[in-house]
């Protein structure tokens, strides 16, 4: 089992950064992939970043490319999401999640943080 907990979200100005992190303990070993996702009220979660837990191979939705930064260190067992130039569309509770396997999807999620944008 492997458990994910996220910090660092609040209420930002629009234009303004946030760094999200999530840590990770547990089976931190099995990790091969972690993801951030997002939901805001009313629709539907949806995916943000992710990028291997070795390094790597980092992918973004269009909402987030050159805006967001996903990172990991490993050696802390934490992941990072920094987002710049925030938009009042990015409130949402934001996610972490970590996936097994290459092409499994993800397994485990933490609880979420709260990311809100004022306009």
């Known amino acids: 089992q492997v458990q994910l907990v996220e910090s660092g979200g609040g209420l930002v100005q629009a234009g303004g950064s946030l760094r999200l992190s999530c840590i990770a303990s547990?089976?931190?070993?099995?990790?091969?992939?972690v993801g951030w996702f997002r939901q805001a009220p009313g629709k539907e979660r949806e995916f943000v970043a992710r990028?291997?837990?070795?390094?790597?191979?980092?992918y973004y939705a269009d909402s987030a490319k050159g805006r967001f930064t996903i990172s990991r260190d490993s050696a802390k067992n934490t992941a990072y999401l920094q987002m710049n130039s925030l938009k009042p569309e990015d409130t949402a509770v934001y996610y972490c999640?970590?996936?097994?396997?290459?092409?499994?999807?993800?397994?485990?999620w933490g609880q979420g943080t709260q990311v809100t944008v004022s306009s």
């Open positions: 547990g089976r931190t070993s099995s990790i091969y992939t």
């Open positions: 999640a970590a996936g097994q396997g290459a092409g499994r999807g993800f397994d485990y």
């Open positions: 990028c291997k837990w070795s390094g790597g191979n980092t």
